[in-house]
């Protein structure tokens, strides 16, 4: 007994190392952002200062609304919105390729059904100097915390410099998930700059009117 509880011992330690033998180090750069990367997150996100993140989340809501999107999930604390839509995602070219296979090859080739078209939007304050480019400013002026010097040519001390507003960078994606005629699924990133350009020319519209309560 006892020596079958060595060597059960012994095993359980032998395949303990071996295990920890074949972990694998880190390739450099694993973690590193490629430029296709940066520039996609660029597309992606716009900075807006001078209104609250309540107020952009609400602007967002309803961009998404009249883009079609049926809100999923919104949490004003989190700064997070999902939302999703459904539309067809028939193919000619497709489908007639897949003509083409069954004549000549008597393949069947399954055709893109339908898709489902999600949507993530995150807001996170801005660091102090961003390199993403502000859409809406809300009207602020700032003191020059410089004393001044009065015509007697005593110092006065400048007005107190008021409180920039603060700003939020958000960042949205798009994400389609397609149904094939055998039921199959695949899902992919939309990268397509006009869609996000569309959605940040009426985001930027939508926040203003928030702003003002107009």
Not at 127 to 155: C, F, N, Q, V
Not at 161 to 169: D, M, Q
Request: net charge neutral; proline share 5%; glycine share 6%.
């Amino acid at each position: 007994m006892n020596r079958l509880f060595k060597r059960g011992s012994a095993l359980a330690v032998a395949c303990l190392i071996g295990l920890t033998g074949c972990v694998h180090k880190i390739p450099d750069g694993a973690f590193d952002v490629s430029p296709d990367m940066m520039a996609q997150r660029q597309i992606e996100s716009r900075k807006f200062s001078g209104i609250s993140e309540e107020e952009i989340l609400i602007a967002s809501s309803n961009v998404l609304q009249d883009m079609g999107f049926n809100l999923e999930n919104s949490e004003v604390k989190l700064g997070v919105l999902t939302a999703n839509k459904q539309r067809e995602a028939t193919n000619a070219g497709e489908i007639a390729g897949a003509i083409i296979m069954a004549a000549l090859f008597r393949v069947q080739m399954p055709t893109s059904k339908d898709q489902t078209i999600r949507v993530a939007l995150v807001i996170k304050p801005a660091p102090s100097e961003s390199m993403i480019g502000t859409l809406y400013s809300g009207a602020s002026k700032a003191s020059d915390p410089e004393t001044s010097k009065s015509a007697k040519g005593k110092k006065t001390p400048a007005p107190a410099a008021e409180v920039l507003p603060e700003s939020f960078i958000v960042r949205v994606t798009f994400q389609r998930i397609v149904r094939r005629t055998d039921n199959s699924t695949y899902a992919e990133t939309i990268k397509d700059p006009e869609l996000y350009q569309e959605f940040f020319d009426k985001l930027s519209k939508s926040v203003f009117i928030e702003a003002q309560k107009l």
